[in-house]
């Protein structure tokens, strides 16, 4: 395994804990704020609590959905960077190192699609095309007359429809 796979698997595997384990992390520090106002003999009212304990809620959620968008857009682009970059080579490069060269890349385009395939929802309509658009390139680079450009263009609007909605979601957090 090359020094860069390793790189790579070790990206994609601490964004995917840090979405994980964030969300905890952030719960257990508001939970431990809030227990200590309460121990050094604050008065909140049931009220104040209840607002307390939602806004932490709320500021955990926000923080984790956008570490999710950044995980998200992160693996599409590397997707696009690794598609455009093999198509590239089949179309180019004519000698022996060309079918290694690809082999590794198509390594590197269906690492990212696997890890966005993880990441979306797939009970929404948006995600599950983004996923399709997807797919349709990764199998397009064993067909010759792909079009790549267009495709290039199509998996970017749907990307920000999706990222553009999620956004949405976090700024409606705070």
């Known amino acids: 395994m090359s020094q860069q796979e390793i790189v790579q698997i070790l990206t994609a595997i601490t964004a995917v804990l840090a979405v994980i384990v964030g969300p905890f992390v952030a719960l257990r520090v508001a939970k431990r704020q809030s227990e200590t106002a309460l121990s050094v003999g604050s008065k909140q ?74 990441l979306i929802n797939p009970n929404e309509t948006d995600h599950k095309s983004l996923i399709a658009k997807m797919e349709e390139m990764y199998y397009g680079l064993k067909t010759p007359d792909y079009n790549f450009r267009q495709a290039e263009t199509e998996l970017t609007l749907l990307a920000q429809v999706v990222l553009k909605r999620e956004w949405e979601r976090v700024k409606s957090f705070t």
Do not use: G, P
């Not at 009220?47 to 992160?74: F, H, Y």
């Open 45 to 118: 009212s049931d009220t104040s609590q209840s607002i307390a304990k939602l806004q932490a809620s709320t500021n955990v959620l926000s923080k984790n959905r956008q570490e999710w968008i950044n995980t998200l857009r992160n693996e599409i682009s590397e997707f696009l960077v690794c598609v455009i970059h093999a198509s590239t080579i089949s179309a180019i490069v004519k000698t022996e190192d060309r079918v290694t060269s690809i082999l590794e890349t198509m390594k590197d385009v269906l690492l990212h699609l696997s890890n966005a395939r993880l």
